[in-house]
Nanobody, 120 residues
Framework: QVQLQESGPTLVKPSQTLSLTCNVSGGSITTNYYAWSWIRQPPGKGLEWIGYITYSGSSYYSPSFETRTSISRDMSKNQFTLHLRSVTPEDSAVYYC????????????WGQGTQVTVSS
């Protein structure tokens, strides 16, 4: 069974870059034809999809995030990482990593989520 676990800072200062890593166990991030996503939920709001990296290493982002977001992977560690630049308090949210199966439409595996606060 595949398991996902987010890790990274819980507090980030405005204007800094938020970097979060998703560690994957029980399955390879290079397995055809899955993609690996980052999603967040700000307080009082719904889920927001940020972007994903595919099994082949191509990254795709929501238009709302593409100017300040990058997703990379480390195949030797079986993990992928979100980098969100120039954060503001509006970026405070619970951040999740999740697996997107071939065919799309839903996420079949989720991490537990990690709460990030952007504040001075």
């Amino acid at each position: 069974q595949v398991q996902l676990q987010e890790s990274g800072p819980t507090l980030v200062k405005p204007s800094q870059t938020l970097s979060l890593t998703c560690n994957v166990s029980g399955g390879s991030i290079t397995t055809n034809y899955y993609a690996w996503s980052w999603i967040r939920q700000p307080p009082g709001k719904g889920l927001e999809w940020i972007g994903y990296i595919t099994y082949s290493g191509s990254s795709y982002y929501s238009p709302s995030f593409e100017t300040r977001t990058s997703i990379s992977r480390d195949m030797s560690k079986n993990q992928f990482t979100l980098h969100l630049r120039s954060v503001t308090p509006e970026d405070s949210a619970v951040y999740y990593c999740a697996r997107d199966p071939p065919g799309g439409g839903y996420f079949d595996e989720w991490g537990q989520g990690t709460q990030v606060t952007v504040s001075s």
